[in-house]
């Protein structure tokens, strides 16, 4: 017997489109930082690209180990015609915005349809989310006290 409504199997495989899409914007804003020699930038959200490869997973995993189904979206193509740096930072903020909303749904089907089982991990998430919106703004906070965009990229740095 599963441990997980169809509605919210299809839910979470919609978060795992949600999560797949995010790594792929991310990686268009590193290539592009990249094809501008701003390395430090490119890396930066190359490690975010990947980090969002991982949570798809934690959302892959729940869902196999509660006995749901997996069915992957269709993905949209990502922006890719970036003008700046702030243009990028100022979506990168937008769309961590967005991935909170998106966790916030699926918290509150949960409760709707009181399925309790997803809450330990939508917990891990709400918390992420508070560290992803977190990174993103100290990223436009840096990048305000900079007049140059070398000079910032030369001083942002992100373990892996």
Do not use: C
């Amino acid at each position: 017997m599963a441990l997980i409504s169809e509605k919210m199997n299809e839910a979470l495989n919609e978060q795992i489109k949600e999560e797949l899409e995010s790594g792929y914007l991310y990686l268009s804003m590193s290539f592009w930082l990249q094809e501008k020699a701003f390395g430090n930038l490119a890396h930066w959200y190359y490690v975010q690209a990947q980090e969002e490869y991982s949570h798809a997973k934690k959302f892959i995993d729940y869902i196999i180990d509660a006995g749901g189904t997996i069915e992957l979206k269709e993905l949209k193509k990502p922006k890719s015609d970036w003008k700046t740096i702030k243009e990028i930072i100022d979506a990168g903020l937008a769309h961590e915005k967005h991935i909170t909303g998106k966790i916030e749904e699926l918290w509150n089907l949960m409760e709707k349809l009181g399925e309790l089982q997803p809450r330990s991990m939508l917990t891990w998430f709400i918390d992420e989310q508070i560290e992803e919106e977190a990174n993103a703004q100290e990223l436009i906070d840096k990048y305000t006290g900079f007049k140059n965009d070398q000079l910032f990229d030369h001083h942002t740095h992100r373990q892996e």
